[in-house]
């Protein structure tokens, strides 16, 4: 799961990088209507399964929204078929 999660934490940071390229380029106002708000969240979930101690009775459930939101880097080189929920 560790992968799996430094595979978000990637995929986040590069998509965060050419967000920050089309503010550059094109200025704020180009990002209305992005999904950059979506990626903090993916981040905050990410940080969150780490820190959580796997004791915990949400931690199975959060490693399952995870596993479903890398789902949309499927096509990602670096994804693998066993995060496939």
């Known amino acids: 799961m560790d ?3 430094r595979f ?3 995929r986040n940071m590069a ?5 920050a390229e089309v503010a550059h380029r094109f200025g704020g106002d180009a ?3 992005s999904h950059l ?10 940080r969150q399964y780490e820190a959580m101690d796997p004791a ?16 949309s880097y499927a096509e990602h ?3 693998r078929p066993e995060w496939r929920p």
């Not at 998509?15 to 967000?19: G, L, R, S």
């Not at 708000?37 to 990410?46: E, F, G, I, R, T």
């Open 15 to 19: 998509d965060n990088h050419a967000y």
């Open 3 to 5: 992968d799996l999660v």
């Open 56 to 71: 915990d009775a949400r931690h199975a459930g959060l490693a399952y929204a995870l596993n479903m939101l890398a789902q």
């Open 8 to 10: 978000l934490r990637d």
């Open 31 to 33: 990002l209305l209507d």
């Open 77 to 79: 080189p670096d994804y």
């Open 37 to 46: 708000p979506m990626l903090d969240l993916v981040d905050m979930l990410a």
